[in-house]
């Protein structure tokens, strides 16, 4: 069993900057994909980044130009870089990892607020 461990919300002005890290206990090459999707309250869950076991990164078109999506294979974790944040960022953002099977593992969440 994978377990998906987010760290580093929290509160932040507008226009500043946060970095999520989500930990995985196993090695994520074993993985297809890692994202990172988050969930504002009363919307529905949606996608922010991914990036591919070969490194190729995908974002959603409100967050280019300001998040980045990385990973490090050697301590088997994948950070997110937000910066210039806006009140809108503010959400619950999770981690999720997915197989080359589709089976997919979801973190706990970490809770990102942007105050104006």
């Known amino acids: 069993q994978v377990q998906l461990v987010e760290s580093g919300g929290g509160l932040v002005q507008a226009g500043g900057s946060l970095r999520l890290s989500c930990a995985a206990s196993?090695?994520?090459?074993?993985?297809?994909?890692i994202g990172w999707y988050r969930q504002a309250p009363g919307k529905q869950r949606e996608l922010v980044a991914t990036?591919?076991?070969?490194?190729?990164?995908n974002y959603a078109d409100s967050v280019k130009g300001r998040f980045t999506i990385s990973k490090d294979n050697g301590k088997n974790t994948v950070y997110l870089q937000m910066n210039s944040l806006k009140p809108e960022d503010t959400a619950v953002y999770y981690c999720k990892a997915v197989r080359y099977t589709s089976f997919a593992y979801w973190g706990q969440g970490t809770q990102v607020t942007v105050s104006s």
């Open positions: 990036i591919t076991s070969a490194g190729n990164t």
């Open positions: 196993g090695s994520i090459f074993s993985f297809k994909t």
